[in-house]
C-alpha cells in the first residue's frame, strides 16, 4: 500500500478547471501529497455539453506528489444509482460501491468477491457522510467545508475533510475512503454546478 494511503486526515480542494474536474489533496500538515484528476475523451466532453452530468461516465485518477498514478476510480453509464469501482496502482479491482435507493445518500462498499466491507450514509444535502464497516462500527467521515458565502455563490469549487479511524487497518477499506470524496462530489455535486 502506497504511503498516502497512511494518512488518517486529508483535504481534498476541487480547482475549477474547464470541461474536467481536478481535486488537490493535502494532508493535515497542509502539504500537498497528490491530486485527483478526471480523465475524458473529446466524446465525452462534448456528449456532456447535452446530457445530465450525473448520468455520464467518469474516470479519476489518484495520483501521488511525485505524479505515480496510485488509484483509480471509474463511474459507468448511470440511470438512477451509480456503481464506482476502485482500482489500485497496478489496476488491480480492489472494491466497488454500490449507492442504493433512500431518502438520503448510502452506499455499500463490497469487496471483489461480492461481500459487504462497509457503508457510506450521508446526510440529506449530501454534504456529510459517515462511513462504517461490516460490523457497523464508524470507521471515518466525510464532510464538505463551506466557504464564505461570496465563494459558494461564484464558484463551483468544493472542498471536502477526509478522516479515517487511525484503528482501520483494512487497506482495501482505506483506500476506498481516502480516495471515494472526488467520487462523491462528481455524482452529487458536478450536475448542479
Known amino acids: 500500500m502506497d504511503s498516502f494511503f497512511l494518512n488518517n486526515s486529508l483535504f481534498v480542494d476541487e480547482k475549477v478547471t474547464i470541461m474536467r474536474n481536478e481535486y488537490k489533496i493535502y494532508d493535515s500538515q497542509g502539504v500537498q501529497i497528490g491530486v485527483c484528476k478526471e480523465k475524458r475523451s473529446i ?4 456528449l456532456s455539453m447535452l446530457a445530465s452530468k450525473d448520468v455520464m461516465p467518469f474516470r479519476l485518477e489518484l495520483s501521488d506528489a511525485r505524479g505515480n498514478v ?12 451509480s456503481t464506482l469501482k476502485m482500482h489500485d496502482a497496478r489496476g488491480v479491482h480492489i472494491s466497488t460501491v454500490k449507492q ?21 450514509k450521508g446526510d440529506f444535502l449530501a454534504w456529510d457522510f459517515v462511513i462504517y464497516d461490516a460490523m457497523g462500527n464508524n470507521i471515518g467521515a466525510i464532510n464538505k467545508k463551506m466557504g464564505s458565502l461570496v465563494r459558494e455563490m461564484f464558484t463551483t469549487a468544493d472542498k471536502y475533510n477526509v478522516f479515517v479511524s487511525p484503528d482501520l487497518n483494512d487497506e482495501v477499506l482505506r483506500q476506498t475512503i481516502l480516495t471515494i470524496a472526488s ?9 448542479n454546478k
Do not use: C, W, Y
Open 70 to 81: 496510485i488509484a483509480t476510480l471509474s463511474k459507468g453509464v448511470t440511470l438512477f444509482m
Open 43 to 46: 466524446a465525452s466532453m462534448a
Open 100 to 120: 442504493k435507493f433512500g431518502l438520503t445518500p448510502r452506499f455499500e462498499i463490497m469487496g471483489v468477491n461480492g461481500n459487504k466491507l462497509g457503508e457510506i
Open 183 to 191: 467520487g462523491l462530489d462528481m455524482i452529487f455535486k458536478e450536475n
